[in-house]
């Protein structure tokens, strides 16, 4: 029989000292949805469950026994740390569960200079771990735009990527080893070393699990030497996104590797550069490195971009001071809340990848199908944001004014939305980037069948089925805790 609400409280309260567990009710209500959420937020209006109890371990042991407890008592668990999702992550299919909020385990435990990699724990917020490596003459080269918000255990599990990942990689490039605790209370270490080749990577059953399979308590990423001095900027206008496309593409493929690789179509680059866009598309290098490197991928960069005449160079100064205000902090998020409750104009990001031949093909339906079929659109463009060998993503942005009740509205904007850019992804070849794409917590089946989020490997199976929305290429071994 399930326990009540009290007798969860009470239960947690026996591991952790009363302190740790928050049961105040209006922290539980905010408690109980993530920003994909945000009208029906603003709007003081709560769907979802409301968790018994936000938990707060002090270390890995009281991770193990809370996450034990809750297995044989089946409470659902959330796990948290930056609370920066925007995914229905951080909601429970399942009455009184719990959060799990390890924003207060935020040790950095080493600074590994020899072997250029840092250790910490799960609440070390990313900005902040990047300031004191800075200091010291080196970074985490990891810079998602929530960087001032997000902390390491959820950057991981989100499978995070950041600005600087044409060089860098996604955080999966950067985690070196792990410490895990799975529902039963087992704590998992997986070593820091330079190279394992037995059978899979078992890290990758963790990275991306988006808390789904275990609570990662400890991280350990690459560092990499900081020299900002050596940064090169590249801007430059053009009136085509698939002459953008090719250009980026043949950077790729001449072998460089610059850090920044960006094409802003006509829309959003009037959001972002409206100085100087002049309703054309805008495309962003920069390259770093030790300086020879730095200079050898920038001019690698211009002679690519030398053989298309109607590019047009734009002053470097106005690159590097649009990239320094990227970021989104507290005020940033504030800022949009009382903009939305103003203005009822919603804006919402969904992102997809695909190869080089059907990119283009993916951005011109998306847009086109959004802006036929979704009422009150009001504004709709996109980005390509990080690029690799073989292809690109794709990020697209848009806004729509709401008409309707603060708890239909994903239903009739943002869930269509993103199904049609989906959609015209999957069709083309391309797939969606989960974490503006479909998460786990999006794909209904998953809810209705089971429920707990830590059984959510039982259905992974359904990723193999080619027509599965959720065959996005993190694919987990089935069975993998028999
Ligand atoms: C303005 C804005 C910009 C963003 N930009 C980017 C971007 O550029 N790139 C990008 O990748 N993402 C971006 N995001 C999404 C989000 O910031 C990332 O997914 C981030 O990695 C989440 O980290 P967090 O610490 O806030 O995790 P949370 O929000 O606390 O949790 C996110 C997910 O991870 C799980 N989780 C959290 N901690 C743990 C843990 N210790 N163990 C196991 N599971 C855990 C949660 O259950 C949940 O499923 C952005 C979000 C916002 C609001």
Not at 337 to 346: F, H, Q, V, W, Y
Request: glycine share 8%; aromatic share 8%; hydrophobic share 35%.
């Amino acid at each position: 029989m399930s326990l009540t609400r009290e007798q969860v409280v009470q239960g947690v309260k026996g591991i952790v000292s009363e302190e740790r567990v928050i049961t105040d009710k209006h922290i539980l209500k905010e408690s109980s949805v993530d920003r994909f959420r945000k009208y029906e937020f603003i709007s003081g209006v709560y769907t979802q469950h409301i968790p018994a109890a936000i938990v707060k371990p002090e270390n890995t042991e009281q991770v193990a026994e809370v996450l034990k407890y809750c297995n044989e008592n089946g409470i659902n668990v959330i796990p948290r740390t930056g609370f920066s999702a925007l995914e229905q992550m951080l909601e429970s299919v399942k009455e009184n569960h719990i959060v799990l909020d390890g924003s207060g385990m935020n040790k950095i435990i080493k600074i590994d200079e020899c072997n250029m990699q840092v250790t910490c724990q799960c609440g070390v917020n990313l900005q902040e771990l990047d300031e004191i490596l800075q200091a010291k003459g080196y970074t985490t080269a990891h810079s998602p735009q929530s960087k001032p918000l997000a902390q390491m255990g959820g950057l991981v599990a989100t499978r995070s990527i950041g600005q600087f990942s044409t060089l860098y990689g996604g955080i999966e490039d950067m985690v070196v080893g792990l410490e895990a605790v799975f529902p039963n209370g087992e704590i998992t270490r997986i070593k820091n070393v330079p190279r394992r080749a037995a059978g899979p990577d078992i890290r990758h059953v963790i990275i991306g699990n988006e808390g789904a399979l275990c609570y990662i308590t400890e991280v350990t990423v690459k560092i990499f030497k900081y020299m900002p001095e050596n940064n090169l900027f590249y801007g430059y206008t053009l009136d085509s996104m698939k002459t953008g496309f090719e250009i980026l593409r043949q950077v790729m493929v001449e072998g460089y590797k610059p850090s920044v690789a960006r094409l802003y179509d006509a829309a959003d680059a009037q959001g972002h550069f409206s100085h100087f866009a002049n309703d054309e598309c805008v495309l962003v290098f920069m390259a770093e490195g030790p300086k020879g490197i730095a200079e050898a991928t920038g001019a690698g960069i211009e002679a690519v971009v030398k053989q298309y005449p109607e590019c047009q160079k734009v002053d470097s100064q106005l690159i590097e001071d649009w990239f320094a205000r990227l970021n989104w902090g507290l005020e940033q998020v504030e800022q949009e809340r009382i903009e939305i409750s103003e203005t009822k104009n919603m804006g919402f990001t969904t992102e997809v990848a695909g190869c080089w031949d059907c990119i283009h093909e993916i951005y011109t339906r998306s847009i086109e199908r959004v802006k036929n079929e979704i009422p009150d659109i009001t504004w709709m463009g996109g980005h390509s944001s990080h690029s690799y060998l073989n292809g690109t993503n794709m990020y697209f942005v848009y806004y729509y004014d709401v008409n309707c009740a603060p708890e239909e509205e994903i239903h009739k904007y943002h869930n269509p939305i993103n199904k049609i850019i989906v959609e015209e992804a999957l069709k083309a070849g391309g797939t969606m980037v989960h974490h503006h794409g479909v998460g786990k917590a999006r794909a209904p089946w998953i809810k209705e069948e089971y429920g707990s989020s830590f059984y959510i490997l039982k259905t992974l199976k359904n990723a193999f089925d080619p027509n599965n929305i959720m065959n996005a290429g993190n694919i987990i071994p089935v069975d993998f805790l028999k």
